[in-house]
C-alpha cells in the first residue's frame, strides 16, 4: 500500500481513542486500576444506583466498558462491541440524566457521547486497518450488526425498566451516593 486511506486512518484514530478511554473504564471497575472501586466498589455504587442483582450489574458494566472498549479499539467484532457499549452507555445515561446534560454538573454529556460514538463506530464499522478487516469481516456482518444492536437494545430497556421499577418510591438520589462509593464515573 503506497497511501494511507484518510478515512480508514480516522476510524483508526477514533476506534482506538474511544476503545482506550472505554477500557480504562471498565479496568476501574472490574480491577480497581487507575483509582477504581474494582468490582466489590462498582457493586456497592450499582447498588445505590438502584442495579439489582448489584455484583452482576457491576460485571457486566465492567465487561461492556472493558470488553468492548478493547474490541473497539482492534477492530474486532466492531457492531457487536459498539453495541455493547451503546447499551452500556444508556445505563449511564439514565443514572446521570437527573442531573441535566452538561458533565460538569453531573449530567449525561460524557456517557451519551461515548454511547453515540460507539454506536457510530459499530454501525459504520471499523475501516480497512482493523482486524475485521484481516479477518475477512468474518464477525462484523450485516446480520451481526442488526442482531448486536437489537439484542443491546432490548437488554438495556430489560435492565432499565428494572432499576426505574426498583426506584418508584425510592427516596434516593443516585448522584448523591455514586462518589459516596468509591464508584468510578465517567467524569473522573
Sequence with gaps: MTTLNRRDLGLLVLRVGTGAVLAAHGSQKL?????GGGLEGTAKGMESMGFH???????AAGIAEAGGGL???LGLATPAAGAAVTGNMAGAVSVHAPAGFFAQSGG????????????????MGPGRYSLDH??????DGPWI????FAASAIAAAAVL?????GQI?????????????GVDTLED
Design 169 to 181: 418510591g425510592a427516596d434516593v438520589d443516585p448522584m448523591d451516593t455514586e462518589k459516596d462509593q
Design 71 to 73: 474490541l473497539l479499539a
Design 31 to 35: 480491577f480497581g486500576w487507575f483509582g
Design 145 to 148: 450488526l442488526a442482531a448486536a
Design 108 to 123: 449525561f454529556e460524557y456517557p451519551a457521547f461515548l454511547g453515540f460514538t460507539a454506536a457510530a463506530i459499530g454501525v
Design 53 to 59: 442483582p448489584p455484583r452482576q450489574s457491576a460485571m
Design 161 to 165: 425498566g428494572k432499576r426505574v421499577k
Design 134 to 139: 484481516v479477518t475477512r469481516h468474518r464477525f
